[in-house]
Each structure stands twice: as structure tokens, then as C-alpha cells.
């Protein structure tokens, strides 16, 4: 069984990989959308289809990305794992599957609900 300082040492590479791969991709994207789309396009045309899809990838890459930099930046104070809700530990289990998690399965689950009765805004943690 690796330690728990292994696995958080591994999901550091996985982020990191993340990081990496995201800002690639962000730059892609935005690089397609310095192209102008022409004045005239009417909607419904292909290339205005194609840029919204590329503006929603790009703004739900971001969001993704600033996940990924909040856990590095855990990582690095020595806080990762550690939910940020309870202060209890963040079992390796769920580390290893979601790397970018700040909070444990409890405080998930507890925090969806006030998300779904309007009780608390939607925050960076995405919801799964
Ligand atoms: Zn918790």
C-alpha cells in the first residue's frame, strides 16, 4: 500500500499533467476565437455555432482550471486532502478519482443540497 504522501505525490503529477494539458487547450481555443466571424452571419450559421460551443468550452476549462491551480496550491501549503468544509482527511480513495476535490463525500452531498434549494451559490467545486 503506497502512503498517503505517495498518492498525494501522484495526483501532484496528475495535476499538474491537468494544468498543462488545460492551458494547451485554452490556448487553442482562444486562439480560434481571435478569428472574426463575420458581421453578417446570421444565427444558426456554422461558424457562430462553432464559437459559442468554443466560448462555453472555454469559460467550463477555465473554471476547471482554477480547480486544478486551488489544489496545486493546497498541495504546496501542505493542505491538500483536507476538506475544506470539516477539516476532516479526504479518503485517498476519493483523492484518486477526483484529484481537484476540496471538500470530503459528506460535505459533497451536504453542499449539493443547499446548492439545489438555492442556499448557497454555486462555487467553483463543481458538483458530480
Ligand atoms: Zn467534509
Given at each position: 500500500m503506497p502512503t498517503r504522501q505517495q498518492i498525494i505525490d501522484r495526483e501532484r503529477h496528475k495535476l499538474l499533467d491537468e494544468q498543462k494539458r488545460i492551458g494547451g487547450e485554452l490556448e487553442r481555443l482562444r486562439e480560434s476565437l481571435k478569428v472574426e466571424v463575420d458581421v453578417d452571419a446570421e444565427e444558426g450559421d456554422p461558424d457562430l455555432i462553432e464559437r459559442e460551443k468554443n466560448v462555453a468550452l472555454v469559460s467550463q476549462l477555465e473554471g476547471k482550471q482554477a480547480r486544478v491551480q486551488m489544489a496545486l496550491r493546497s498541495i504546496a501549503k501542505g493542505k491538500?486532502?483536507?476538506?475544506?468544509?470539516?477539516n476532516k482527511e479526504i479518503p485517498t480513495e476519493r483523492l484518486e478519482v477526483?484529484?481537484?476535490?476540496?471538500?470530503c463525500v459528506q460535505c459533497q452531498v451536504e453542499v449539493e443540497k443547499l446548492i439545489k434549494r438555492g442556499l448557497m451559490p454555486r462555487t467553483p467545486q463543481e458538483i458530480q
Open positions: 491538500y486532502g483536507i476538506c475544506e468544509r470539516c477526483r484529484p481537484d476535490t476540496t471538500l
